[in-house]
């Protein structure tokens, strides 16, 4: 019995001094000298994003000036051809060449020359109408700034009704911002421009006359201008 007893001592005694098995260890530290690994499926070639991905779009594009086209000395005869443009008649200085519309909302072209290189006056008339004068005329006003930036303030403006017509004149100083092509960012920045333009109502849908340019040789035209927009009937 005595042997037996000292039996099931040693049997204990071993059993409390054996090493536990695998579901008894505590978990081993992690060893501070080893990096932490990412997510295995990130690559280690992948770019950095500089910058701030919510801040503001592409920077605006730089303002369009462009160079004097065929700059020359002209002296105006004082001779004139008839004109009839869809409906109208005028008398043009023979100076201006007229060429083909480049586009359809056009009615007819001419190039003007003269010392500040040619400029273009441009005939429209848009199905539906266009607007009314005023509109138009406080639109072409928007395109245009002072020398310091600030909008223009002074628009001359005249109104003269021949018979069935309504014809406005106006006159615009300044510089030249308008958007390069309708509904683009990109605009001029020209200064030392002026606008002449005529609108004409009381014929079915408005013509716009608009000639844009440098003002050296808008200001050579400008008699022959009104004078042209003093000749103008409906055909």
């Known amino acids: 019995m005595r042997l037996l007893c000292t039996c099931i001592?040693?049997?204990?005694?071993?059993?409390?001094?054996?090493?536990?098995?695998?579901?008894?260890?505590?978990?081993?530290?992690?060893?501070?000298?080893?990096?932490?690994?990412?997510?295995?499926?990130?690559?280690?070639?992948?770019?950095?994003?500089?910058?701030?991905?919510?801040?503001?779009?592409?920077?605006?594009?730089?303002?369009?000036?462009?160079?004097?086209?065929?700059?020359?000395?002209?002296?105006?005869?004082g001779q004139l051809r008839p004109e009839k443009i869809e409906g109208l008649n005028a008398q043009a200085p023979t100076e201006w060449v007229r060429k083909p519309p480049s586009n359809g909302m056009r009615l007819a072209e001419f190039t003007l020359p003269g010392p500040g290189g040619e400029v273009n006056l441009v005939v429209s008339r848009f199905a539906g109408g266009g607007g009314d004068a005023a509109s138009n005329v406080n639109r072409w006003k928007t395109q245009f700034t002072k020398a310091d930036g600030s909008p223009v303030d002074e628009v001359k403006q005249k109104t003269d009704v021949r018979g069935s017509l309504t014809i406005t004149t106006v006159d615009i100083i300044g510089t030249n911002v308008a958007s390069v092509t309708p509904g683009s960012p990109e605009r001029y920045h020209e200064p030392n421009s002026r606008l002449l333009g005529i609108i004409v109502e009381g014929a079915g849908d408005p013509y716009f006359f608009k000639v844009v340019g440098a003002a050296k040789t808008v200001d050579l035209w400008e008699p022959a201008f009104r004078s042209f927009a003093d000749s103008i009937s409906a055909g």
């Open 9 to 77: 001592a040693l049997f204990t005694l071993a059993c409390q001094n054996a090493p536990a098995g695998d579901a008894g260890k505590a978990p081993a530290k992690a060893d501070a000298t080893q990096p932490a690994t990412g997510p295995k499926d990130m690559p280690k070639d992948m770019p950095k994003i500089t910058g701030n991905p919510h801040g503001p779009g592409d920077p605006q594009p730089p303002a369009t000036t462009r160079p004097p086209q065929n700059p020359q000395e002209v002296a105006p005869s």
